[in-house]
């Protein structure tokens, strides 16, 4: 007997995150969409950042209070017949690779961007990442309330700098003290904004019609302009076109204030209309469908629980395939073992749930003591990896010494320990025997060293180090790359798995060797 449930259910879901620069109003748009699914009683709890407070202190705030960071690690909401599923990529000082790899478990982003500003660097990181699967992207220009720079300018700079053609689909009238609202190109509306309005879900007017006098007697001569102007921009720009936003070669553009929630909802419509439904999973066996009967899913992020009594940690699985219930027994493949999940979490509504069900493009948390690693498969008994899971080579790096010198195995196993789990890379230079850790984002050092003391009862430090970067090598001919391993072993570690990396004190220092090694291939990525 087929199952039709799951066709029906693929087709439902949206699974998408947001990217931007810190400050360009991520948080505001997940508490506007938030609204929006009426997930949220009232919108501003959504982290407690708007508390003044910090990464750091929201880190100690969830060690009292566990599971804080997971209820908004994802969230599902039902829109416009879809269910939506938003992950969060912490965009601050927590920035780390799990923001990275978040990017990899979703089907579709939201790229935020501060009007005022343009394209910042933060933005252009993260499109990196979703340019490794052509992720469709789609654009939102915020903060229309406030000067902006001027909207040509801004999708210029979005299709030299990020090398996407940009499809305005709405257009906005003014800005600062005079924006009074955007003319939606497709539906041949104006949709005015009044002030003041940002707490609630808004009955906005809506004029029919560009030519409508109902237009001029709303802004008066702007409506001119704004006719004016339009003439020009739809004659220059480039029009909607789906295919190229599944490819990721275009992305459809609004302009609006979350702060005033307004043009939140027409992003949401596009995201409902156009982004992709569950989109399929390569693996080293076969492709993976959503519309495959047999469950699969993968583990993208593993987050610690800060509990230290319990070593509890959640990994979030993204359901590739088929249908998790609860009670099922899954098959870890790595470890050739089967499993009963009698309770996993899911993230309806922004709270921990148990979950009866979840289906393709949804999350669900399974808890893990330590077993689970980045990457994992989960299926209902075929042998499969899923591939495009990659670590990505830090940037900033320290070595790490401890206090008491007695306790260098357990500082070894917690670091290769913690690697597994994506907290943190650790390099074993082959040369010393120093230990250097790496990581994409700063906090990710302090998580470190604290979850060093609280589970492996090891007390390290840090110590600053010359290192620029690190790449992963490779060479088909194994006497090339043996001969590198004896020319360059200065620069060589091993890292978490045992890989070996190329330790570049400097860019330069990369370069010359990239040069002088042809043979050798210097990978930014590495898949487990
Ligand atoms: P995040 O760092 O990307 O999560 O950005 P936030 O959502 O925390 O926003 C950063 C700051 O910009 C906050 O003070 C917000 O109130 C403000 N902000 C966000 N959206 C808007 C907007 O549309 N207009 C204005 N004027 N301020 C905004």
Redesign the pocket.
Known sequence: MSNVVIPEEVSKRRTFA?I????????????KVLLFGQALQKAGTVKG??SGQHAKSDWMEMEKDRGISITTSVMQFPYSGALVNLLDTP??EDFSEDTYRTLTAVDSCLM?I?SAKGVEARTIKLMEVTRLRDTPIVTFM?????DIRDPIELMDEVEDILKMACAPITWPIGSGKEFKGVYHILRDEVILYENNK?HTIQDSVIIKGLANPELDEAIGHVADDLREELELVLGAAHEFDHDAFLKGELTPVYF?????N?GVDHILDGIVEWAPRPLPREADVREVKPTDEKFSGFVFKIQANMDPKHRDRVAFMRVCSGEYRQGMKMHHVRLNKNVNVSDALTFMAGDRERAATAYPGDIIGLHNHGTIRIGDAFTEGEKLRFTGIPNFAPELFRRIRLRDPLKQKQLLKGLVQLSEEGAVQVFRPLDSNDLIVGAVGVLQFEVVVGRLKTEYNVEAIYEAISVATARWVYAEDELKLEDFRKKCSTNLALDGGNNLTYIAPSMVNLNLSIERYPDIQFAKTREN
């Open positions: 947001i931007s620069h810190p400050d360009a109003g991520k948080t505001t748009i997940t508490e950042k708007k965009g601050h935020v501060d915020n903060k229309l309330d406030r940002g609006g204030t979350a702060l005033g307004f």
